[in-house]
């Protein structure tokens, strides 16, 4: 896994442990947790667009990883 794939996939589940401390503790208003939840939504994208990258540059799909 690459640099850039691991940034993604440690912002998201920050991103996702503030979203859920928020929503829990009602300590922010609505607006706030929408902004966390769009910005969960867009590193996700990023994130696939990343792999996309990787499998393109590697040339290895998941297939032709469980083959090997």
Excluded at 14 to 20: D, P, Q, T
Excluded at 26 to 55: D, E, F, G, H, W
Aim: hydrophobic residues 55%; proline residues 0%; glycine residues 2%.
């Amino acid at each position: 896994m690459s640099k850039e794939m691991i940034l993604h996939h440690t912002l998201n589940i920050v991103l996702m442990i503030v979203l859920i401390v928020v929503n829990y503790f009602n300590a922010l208003n609505l607006s706030i947790s929408i902004a966390l939840a769009i910005s969960i939504i867009i590193n996700a994208t990023l994130l696939i667009r990343a792999n996309r990258k990787q499998v393109e540059s590697n040339g290895t799909t998941i297939d032709d990883f469980n083959k090997k």
